[in-house]
């Protein structure tokens, strides 16, 4: 199982983490197509951010 994980660059591994979630975050943004996205789904932007979904993220990082 090491020689799987001995030739892995690790520090672009999490470059590549941070930088998908920046770009969701981008993407269903207002700045980015987040009010088209929560207007086809019925989503109300206006509520409480859902911390739990966010956390799960974070810990699946």
Known sequence: MMELTQ???W???I???VLA???G???YSPI???NRWAQGLGIDMG???PVTPMMLQG???
């Open 47 to 49: 509520g409480k951010p």
């Open 32 to 34: 980015g197509l987040g």
């Open 7 to 9: 030739d892995v660059s």
């Open 25 to 27: 975050w981008a993407w």
């Open 21 to 23: 979630f920046f770009a």
């Open 15 to 17: 470059v590549g983490a």
């Open 11 to 13: 520090i672009a591994v």
């Open 59 to 61: 810990l699946g990082l």
